[in-house]
């Protein structure tokens, strides 16, 4: 209730292993609403990170309960006490330039796709819960003993740190706040990353400085479209992509031609819609 008299938009994760969010809000109402969750005992030491959008990239203000905050199914780990090594963003690009440190992305290949540091492993998961097995089939602590991870603000990594510890790996490390905070701290011309990172919202990928990207979703398959994607001939914003076109059968493809309808219709109108507005033109 507290956030929405405050005008928070956004998704809140609970779990036993802790919380994790990703909201939006005016200035001075996140600060009221940090401020209301740090006086909870169990919250008095969480951590943030901020950037801004020219649009709310959120319409809805959701709290989840869930079994674990990231889902990687691997039985039970303790990452708040057996995570990895914390690397932080300014001593990063030392850690992953040395020859005996395999460096590894975590997150599925619709993040991978829009961006990731030079020279880190792939593992092309379409969700978290492949991790585990793709571990067992391309790493071998005894030969890859010194191993550095990342993801986008970190979270994700606690747990995968935690899993190749109990795999034996000897040496775990991971970026501390993850690709964003790499972005926010270090400079374009000293970066070692490459392309634009994904976030769950309406922005879908952020630049360095924390600065809003150049692609959009695509309503069919929610597979971040790069500038050039929207000239495929069978783009249709807010229906299908040159990805999807296929997969989806006249009906569907008419009401999500009928939903675009109706926001253009409230455009017109100057009232807002519910619902993302996959427009035709990059941010």
Same mark, same amino acid.
């Given at each position: 209730?507290?956030?929405?008299?405050?005008?928070?938009?956004?998704?809140? %994760?609970? +779990?036993? &292993?802790?919380?994790?969010?990703?909201? *939006?809000?005016?200035?001075e109402n996140l600060d009221a609403f940090m401020q209301m969750l740090r006086a909870i005992p169990a919250f008095s030491g969480i951590t943030e990170k901020r950037s801004s959008a020219e649009k709310a990239p959120f319409y809805r203000f959701k709290v989840r309960i869930k079994k674990e905050i990231v889902t %990687?199914? +691997?039985? &039970?780990?303790?990452?708040?006490?057996? *995570?990895?090594?914390y690397v932080t963003a300014e001593k990063w690009n030392s850690l992953i330039e040395a020859e005996d440190v395999v460096v590894i992305d975590t997150r599925n290949r619709y993040e991978t796709a829009i961006g990731k540091f030079h020279g880190a492993i792939d593992p092309e998961t379409d969700s978290?819960?492949?991790?585990?097995e793709w571990v067992k089939t391309h790493l071998d602590p005894e030969k890859t003993p010194k191993v550095a991870m990342y993801c986008t603000g970190g979270i994700r990594c606690e747990k995968a740190t935690a899993l190749l510890k109990r795999e034996g790996f000897s040496e775990v490390y991971h970026l501390e706040g993850g690709i964003l905070k790499y972005l926010e701290k270090v400079p374009a011309e000293e970066s070692l990353?490459?392309?634009?990172?994904?976030?769950?919202?309406?922005?879908?990928?952020?630049?360095?400085?924390?600065?809003?990207?150049?692609?959009?979703?695509?309503?069919?398959?929610?597979?971040?479209?790069?500038?050039?994607?929207l000239a495929h001939p069978e783009y249709e914003a807010g229906v299908v992509c040159g990805r999807c076109h296929a997969d989806a059968d006249e009906a569907t493809k008419a009401g999500r031609r009928e939903r675009q309808r109706q926001i253009r219709l409230a455009a017109?109108?100057?009232?807002?819609?519910?619902?993302?507005?996959?427009?035709a033109t990059s941010r």
């Open positions: 209730n507290q956030g929405r008299k405050l005008g928070v938009c956004g998704t809140i %994760l609970l +779990a036993e &292993e802790g919380i994790n969010s990703t909201i *939006a809000a005016a200035g %990687l199914g +691997a039985g &039970e780990l303790d990452p708040a006490n057996n *995570a990895g090594q978290f819960g492949e991790f585990p990353w490459e392309g634009e990172c994904f976030v769950f919202d309406g922005r879908v990928g952020l630049a360095h400085g924390l600065a809003e990207g150049n692609y959009v979703f695509c309503a069919g398959c929610r597979y971040p479209l790069a500038p050039e994607d017109a109108r100057g009232e807002p819609h519910l619902g993302r507005d996959f427009r």
